[in-house]
């Protein structure tokens, strides 16, 4: 793992929460239960991030997903430390005030695509509302250098809302990666209590601005169920996200990290998971990724050329 070893304390990775009551954890239904990490290849990409000093959102948030993915190699590098300046009540990323920025970091990122001999690559970042450009330069430099070490890999970022700075967010823009991910995680009504530091319409209104500055970016945004919305609030969301031109929907269960952080509220079935991808391919998403366990950047190689081959159909059609 690549926790600092002073935030593997639960008081010390999650200060905010301890005021919170224990929230009972519930049983996970049978969809939900996943295979241990194993395997000759989860072990080698996990020494390639150890021996780069990479800190990975699959470890940090607890992703239920990184046996299977660390297994093809497909590991989410996330960029500018391990602590967030945020404190979202359904994230297991450590909160509190980060260290400064390591300069040489995007180049280590570059290093390893290269070294993982990857052809499509996911880089996320905790939320650094401590710098003036949220990080901008940062995700320019990071981009950079994967284009400099792997020039044939395709390049998908998951980035912060970088308070709405639009100077920031061109930036990133500009350096052209191919899919900018931003997730909208829940529905309005809860914002407050779910995602307290955020805004709705501002996260939307970036996505949006990357559409009308680079319209050959794909866009991405994803969303967490089982924290109390309805479908209809749903419905809505969808809606929002078409008409800020957003490519590719990804909508997964909420699963709760510490008794401290939100509680699921429901489970949401297989079946009712399939009601929702039937919903958002109704509205015109080009790609719609809707499971239990899907996450932002599970099976991100193979659904980019799903992305590719869906917008190449819908231009032939036009």
Same mark, same amino acid.
């Given at each position: ?9 639960r008081?010390?990775?999650h ?8 929230r009972?954890?519930? /049983?996970?239904?049978?969809?939900? *239960?996943? #295979? +241990? @990490? ?6 080698? =990409? ?14 940090e ?6 046996g ?33 920025l ?11 695509v ?18 003036t ?7 320019? /430099?990071?981009?950079?250098?994967? *284009?400099? #070490? +792997? @020039? ?6 998951? =980035?912060?809302?970088f308070?709405g700075?639009v ?15 931003h ?96 919903m ?15 996450r ?22 036009e």
């Amino acid at each position: 793992m690549t926790y600092n070893p002073e935030l593997l304390k639960r008081e010390k990775r999650h200060p905010e929460k301890q005021k919170n009551p224990d929230r009972p954890m519930g /049983k996970k239904p049978d969809w939900l *239960r996943v #295979k +241990a @990490p194993q395997g000759k290849v989860f072990h080698e =990409t996990r020494e390639v991030m150890k021996g780069l000093k990479l800190t990975t959102v699959c470890e940090e948030a607890g992703c239920p997903n990184i046996g299977e993915c660390w297994d093809k190699k497909h590991a989410t590098m996330m960029i500018m430390g391990e602590v967030c300046t945020r404190a979202c009540a359904f994230c297991n990323i450590a909160t509190g005030k980060p260290d400064e920025l390591d300069k040489m970091e995007p180049l280590r990122v570059g290093v390893a695509v290269e070294k993982m001999g990857l052809n499509h690559v996911v880089i996320t970042s905790v939320d650094r509302d401590d710098l003036t450009d949220g990080g901008a330069e940062h995700w320019e /430099k990071t981009i950079g250098a994967i *284009r400099f #070490k +792997a @020039p044939d890999t395709t390049i998908e970022i998951l =980035t912060g809302d970088f308070k709405g700075d639009v100077d920031a967010i061109d930036h990133v823009i500009a350096a052209k990666p191919d899919v900018f991910n931003h997730n909208l995680e829940t529905v309005p009504a809860l914002y407050p209590t779910i995602r307290p530091g955020a805004r709705y319409f501002r996260s939307l209104r970036l996505l949006e601005r990357v559409k009308d500055v680079d319209p050959m970016i794909f866009t991405k945004s994803g969303l967490m169920v089982g924290l109390g919305e309805t479908i209809e609030q749903v419905g809505q969301v969808m809606d929002d996200m078409r008409a800020a031109k957003i490519d590719f929907i990804t909508i997964g269960q909420y699963l709760q990290p510490t008794p401290k952080h939100a509680p699921v509220v429901h489970f949401w079935t297989p079946e009712e998971f399939a009601k929702l991808e039937r919903m958002a391919k109704a509205k015109g998403f080009l790609m719609v990724s809707a499971t239990p366990l899907t996450r932002s950047s599970y099976h991100a190689d193979a659904d980019f050329a799903k992305l590719k081959a869906a917008r190449a159909k819908k231009i032939a059609a036009e």
